[in-house]
C-alpha cells in the first residue's frame, strides 16, 4: 500500500503540535447534536414527559439533531446514504405511511406516523449520516455508557434508600429519573450502557491499555446491579440473549472466561450481600411460572397480545390503522382485561396508568399496519442483524464496534417481544437502530482504502497496514476514488456524494 501523500500527521499520544488536536475536535463537533440528545435523559425528566403526556427533552433534541443533520448534508454535499441503507430505512417508512392514509381517521393517526418516522427512520438515518468512522462510533457509545451510569446510580440509590417505584408494597423498584410510569426506561438505558461496555472489554481495540479494558468491564459488572433491581423481566431475558450472543462471538475462550466472571460477581452481589436477593429470585421464579400461575401484570399482557391478533385478523393486510389499538381494544379483549396498571412511588402519587398497547411491538405493528407492516418492519431489522453479524464474522472492520452494534440491535429485537416503543427513553431505540444500521450496511473495506492515520499510527501502536484499517475506518465503496491526501487529512467516509465530486473530500 502506498504512503498517503502530504504532511503526515503524528500519531494519537504523541506531540503533534499546538494545532493538531484542536483540529481532531474541530472534526467531532457534528456529533454534538447527537451525544446531546442522548445526554439529556440524565437530567430529571418534566412532570408531564414522565407521565408520558407529552414530549421529553430528548424528542426535542433528536428533532434538532435531524434538522441538523439534513442542512449539514444539504449545505456541504457531505456523503449520503448508500442505496442499502436507503432501501432498508426506506421500508419502515413506506408501511408506516400506508397504515396512516387506510387508517379510519388518517388524522387521529397522524401522531403515530410522526413517531414512527422519529424513531424508525430519521433518527437513524441521522445516526448513520453524522457517525463517520471507529472513533466516532466509540464516542456515541461512550455517552450511551455515561447514561447508564447516571441512570443506574439514581436507581441503586432508589433501591436502598427506599425511594424507588412500588413493588410489591415496597418503593424499592429501580426506575432511574424515568419514574413508576415508565419503568422500562432505566431498565433499557442500563442494558444499552451494559451491552456496549461489554463489547469494548470483550474486543477492545489494539492499543487500548489494559487499564481501560478492565475499567470497560468492571462498567458492565456494575451495571449488572441496577439491571437486576429495575424488576424488568423482559430487560433480562433480552440482556442475557444479547451478551451470550456477543460472547459467542467473540471466542468460545473468551465467553468461558468472562461467564465465570459474572457468575463470581452475581454470587457476590446477591448471595455474600444479599442484593435484593429474595425480589429478583421471585421475579426469575415468575418467568418460569407464567403459564401455570401467572401474575395480573402477566395475565394483562396475554389479554393484549390476543386482542392483537384478533385486531390483525380482522384486517390483515393493512391493520386497523396507527394509535388504533385503544380504540379497537375493548372490543377485542375478554373481561379479564384489568382497567389499568397501577403505579405509584419514586415522587409519585398512585395513579392508574391505562394499557394502550400491547406490550409487543411486532403485535402493535401486526394489528395497527398489518402484514404490510409487520413484512416491512422485521425485514429492516432482519437485514441490519444479518449484515451486521456476517460483517463482524468476516472480520472487515473494528470488532468491538460490530459487537456493540450486533448487541444492541439484538437486545432491540429480542426485548420487543416483550415492550413496543412510548416513553422518554423511546428515541434511544432509533439511536441504536442507526449504528447498528451504521456498521451492518457500510461497503466492505477494499484493497486501495488507507486508514485515518496511516498504518503505522493507529492509537499510538506499530501495526500492519491490514489490522490498522480494519480497526479504524470504514471506508464506503467511494474511498477507492478518493484523493489520498484529502483520505489522509480528514479521515471520514466519504459516500456517493463524494465519489460524483471526483474524489473531494465531503464536507
Not at 444539504?74 to 432501501?87: F, G
Not at 416483550?418 to 477494499?446: F, K, M, N, Q
Request: net charge positive; with cysteine.
Amino acid at each position: 500500500m502506498a504512503a498517503p501523500t502530504g504532511t503526515p500527521r503524528p500519531a494519537p499520544g504523541t506531540d503533534g503540535g499546538a494545532g493538531h488536536r484542536p483540529g481532531r475536535l474541530a472534526r467531532r463537533w457534528p456529533l454534538l447534536p447527537l451525544i446531546g440528545t442522548v445526554l439529556l435523559l440524565a437530567a430529571p425528566l418534566p412532570e408531564g414527559s414522565r407521565a408520558g403526556g407529552g414530549l421529553g427533552p430528548a424528542d426535542l433534541a433528536s428533532g434538532v439533531l435531524v434538522l441538523f443533520c439534513a442542512v449539514r448534508v444539504l449545505r456541504t454535499r457531505a456523503a449520503a446514504l448508500t442505496p442499502a441503507a436507503a432501501v432498508v430505512l426506506a421500508l419502515p417508512a413506506a408501511a408506516v405511511a400506508i397504515a396512516t392514509v387506510t387508517a379510519a381517521d388518517p388524522l387521529a393517526a397522524l401522531p403515530g406516523f410522526v413517531r414512527y418516522l422519529q424513531v424508525f427512520v430519521l433518527v437513524p438515518a441521522a445516526v448513520v449520516l453524522l457517525v463517520r468512522d471507529a472513533r466516532d462510533f466509540r464516542i456515541v457509545a461512550g455517552a450511551l455508557v455515561v447514561l447508564a451510569l447516571v441512570q443506574g446510580g439514581t436507581g441503586i440509590h432508589q433501591y436502598v434508600t427506599g425511594s424507588g417505584a412500588s413493588y410489591m408494597g415496597e418503593d424499592v423498584r429501580a426506575v432511574g429519573t424515568f419514574g413508576p410510569s415508565d419503568v422500562m426506561g432505566m431498565a433499557t438505558v442500563v442494558a444499552y450502557g451494559l451491552l456496549a461496555a461489554a463489547a469494548f472489554a470483550l474486543r477492545a481495540p489494539a492499543g487500548a491499555s489494559r487499564r481501560t479494558r478492565v475499567a470497560a468491564a468492571g462498567t458492565a459488572a456494575f451495571l449488572v446491579v441496577p439491571l437486576a433491581l429495575s424488576f424488568s423481566r423482559g430487560a433480562w431475558i433480552a440482556t442475557g440473549a444479547a451478551a451470550l450472543v456477543m460472547l459467542l462471538l467473540a471466542g468460545v475462550r473468551r465467553a468461558v472466561k468472562v461467564l465465570a466472571a459474572l457468575t463470581a460477581v452475581t454470587v457476590v452481589l446477591v448471595g455474600g450481600f444479599g442484593v435484593g436477593s429474595e425480589m429478583i429470585s421471585q421475579r426469575l421464579g415468575s418467568i418460569t411460572q407464567v403459564t401455570a400461575a401467572p401474575d395480573r401484570s402477566v395475565t394483562d399482557r396475554y389479554t393484549m397480545w390476543a386482542a392483537a391478533a384478533s385486531m390483525w385478523r380482522e384486517e390483515p393486510v393493512t391493520g386497523v390503522g396507527l394509535k388504533g389499538f385503544p380504540a379497537h381494544r375493548d372490543a377485542h379483549a375478554s373481561i379479564g382485561l384489568s382497567s389499568g396498571s397501577d403505579t405509584a412511588g419514586a415522587g409519585q402519587t398512585f395513579r392508574k396508568q391505562p394499557l394502550l398497547s400491547p406490550h409487543n411491538m411486532y403485535l402493535l405493528i401486526l394489528s395497527e399496519q398489518g402484514l404490510i407492516g409487520l413484512t416491512a418492519f422485521a425485514g429492516s431489522w432482519a437485514a441490519l442483524l444479518t449484515g451486521g453479524v456476517r460483517r463482524l464474522l468476516r472480520r472487515t472492520g473494528p470488532a468491538d464496534c460490530g459487537l456493540m452494534a450486533v448487541g444492541l440491535l439484538l437486545w432491540q429485537t429480542v426485548d420487543f417481544l416483550y415492550a413496543d416503543i412510548g416513553g422518554p427513553s423511546t428515541v434511544l431505540t432509533g439511536i441504536v437502530l442507526g449504528l447498528a444500521a451504521r456498521w451492518a450496511l457500510a461497503p466492505e473495506d477494499g484493497p486501495g482504502e488507507r486508514p485515518e492515520h496511516g498504518p503505522a499510527h493507529r492509537e499510538g501502536v506499530r501495526v500492519d497496514g491490514a489490522s490498522a484499517h480494519r480497526d479504524e475506518v470504514w471506508a464506503d465503496a467511494a474511498a477507492p476514488h478518493r484523493d489520498a491526501a484529502a483520505a489522509h487529512r480528514d479521515g471520514e467516509w466519504p459516500g456517493p456524494a463524494a465519489a460524483r465530486r471526483d474524489g473531494a473530500p465531503p464536507g
